[in-house]
Antibody, heavy 122, light 109 residues
């Protein structure tokens, strides 16, 4: 079945970096865009970034633009989120979610991973 | 800064019908915003219910439906079940970005 599994979360000091991964299975990964969404403790969902199926188009939320980089390795069926200059405000559960329709950046998402927790604290 | 607004909380009786709305600070919500709706229960990952205004996933129960009403996107639950108690989020597309609403906490009582 279609599955997304996030990893790479942990506790990191402010100002440091962390790289998250999202391993995909059960579908043709290279045909679908993928999004990162986060949720701070006790808060709502926040869209973070999206990457097109071919890795060419990338868009970011203003809150992370210039600090986070989304990328993918279609040969490994894996999505990444490189997070630099982390602050306490980046503390959240990070989810990856697959786009519903292949080769398009619109329409929205269908399958979500279970998330990985990032805690930024000294 | 674009803001997407949802009712903070709603209460519905079992078997009843409830409508959740999603408004944009930029103006009327149209199909071009590709409205999505998600359900999240406590301690769980979000689950997709509706995409592109009114399209259901294979797992979406028939009692859930999406539409546009006036200048908002709408999620309607008909014949509410106790297991529908959850937080519901809408998501709108703004060209190069997506924005979530603040969420509606639905209580079934």
């Amino acid at each position: 079945q279609v599955q997304l599994v996030e990893s790479g979360g942990g506790v990191v000091q402010p100002g440091r970096s962390l790289r998250l991964s999202c391993a995909a299975s059960g579908f043709t990964f290279s045909n679908f865009g993928i999004q990162w969404v986060r949720q701070a403790p006790g808060k709502g969902l926040e869209w973070v970034a999206v990457i097109s199926y071919d890795g060419i188009n990338k868009y970011y939320a203003d809150s992370v633009n210039g600090r986070f980089t989304i990328s993918r390795d279609n040969s490994k069926n894996t999505l990444y989120l490189q997070m630099n200059s982390l602050t306490a405000e980046d503390t959240a559960v990070y989810y990856c979610a697959k786009k519903v329709v292949p080769t398009t950046m619109v329409y929205g998402m269908d399958v979500w991973g279970r998330g990985t927790t990032v805690t930024v604290s000294s | 800064q674009t803001v997407v607004t949802q009712e903070p909380s709603l209460t519905v009786s079992p078997g009843g019908t409830v409508t959740l709305t999603c408004a944009s600070s930029t103006g009327p919500v149209t199909s071009g915003y590709y409205p999505n709706w998600f359900q999240q229960k406590t301690g769980q990952a979000p689950r997709s219910l509706i995409y592109s205004t009114n399209k259901k996933h294979s797992w979406t129960p028939a009692r859930f439906s999406g539409s546009l009403l006036g200048d908002k996107a709408v999620l309607t639950l008909s014949g509410v079940q106790p297991e529908d108690e959850a937080e519901y989020y809408c998501l709108l597309f703004y060209g190069a970005a997506w924005v979530f609403g603040g969420g509606t906490k639905l209580t079934v009582l």
